[in-house]
T-cell receptor, first 114, second 108 residues
Framework: DSGVTQTPKHLITATGQRVTLRCSPR?????VYWYQQSLDQGLQFLIQ???????AKGNILERFSAQQFPDLHSELNLSSLELGDSALYFC?????????????FGEGSRLTVL | EDQVTQSPEALRLQEGESSSLNCSYT??????LFWYRQDPGKGPEFLFT???AGEEKEKERLKATLTKKESFLHITAPKPEDSATYLC?????????FGKGTTLSVSS
């Protein structure tokens, strides 16, 4: 158990809909990262937050947005969903002072868009 | 462009049959190379960090090595519980860049 909690574990929805994925980082971890994993693309970095502020952005679509709240939990919002958005979405966290690449990943949220 | 390529995509071994997984990388200024293990339906689990050519790290039956252009994950006398997907990643300026992984299957 990494200590990173993601909900929901599974989500099935229709094209055009909007969903919210939630992540609770390990206790005390200020950095939260979101990654998308699909069979053809592998793990792709989406966005990073540090103590409530956006720190880095990857290949995140304009239809996707995220935020980190004062209690450090984070939410990833996916809107106008398309079939190609079906993937595993992972959240990861890391404590201050730890090597940035040494991440603790949650178990992921599997999104299926029909 | 920062890039990570892993080979082979899949590897089947018999228990006790040692082998190596390859990770080739292109990055402007290596800030760290990382190995992760991912079990089916789970998130990746951190294994090793390597920084400079010649560096080696070991954990049980796994040993990671680094050259200027590649990293190898050597698996000595693997057991069925070593079956997983092994991911390699490099630290780019803003994020980790992951390879697509090598799926290892070890049969008894």
């Amino acid at each position: 158990d990494s200590g990173v909690t993601q909900t929901p574990k599974h989500l099935i929805t229709a094209t055009g809909q909007r969903v919210t994925l939630r992540c609770s980082p390990r206790s005390g971890d200020l950095s939260v990262y979101w990654y998308q994993q699909s069979l053809d693309q592998g793990l792709q970095f989406l966005i990073q937050y540090y103590n409530g502020e956006e720190r880095a952005k990857g290949n995140i679509l304009e239809r996707f947005s995220a935020q980190q709240f004062p209690d450090l939990h984070s939410e990833l919002n996916l809107s106008s969903l398309e079939l190609g958005d079906s993937a595993l979405y992972f959240c990861a966290s890391t404590p201050a002072g730890r090597v940035p690449g040494e991440l603790f990943f949650g178990e992921g949220s599997r999104l299926t868009v029909l | 462009e920062d890039q990570v390529t892993q080979s082979p995509e899949a590897l089947r071994l018999q228990e006790g049959e040692s082998s190596s997984l390859n990770c080739s990388y292109t990055v402007s200024g290596l800030r760290g190379l990382f190995w992760y293990r991912q079990d089916p339906g789970k998130g990746p689990e951190f294994l090793f960090t390597l920084y400079s050519a010649g560096e080696e790290k070991e954990k049980e039956r796994l040993k990671a090595t680094l050259t200027k252009k590649e990293s190898f994950l050597h698996i000595t006398a693997p057991k069925p519980e070593d079956s997983a997907t092994y991911l390699c990643a490099v630290q780019a300026p803003t994020a980790l860049i992951f390879g697509k992984g090598t799926t290892l299957s070890v049969s008894s």
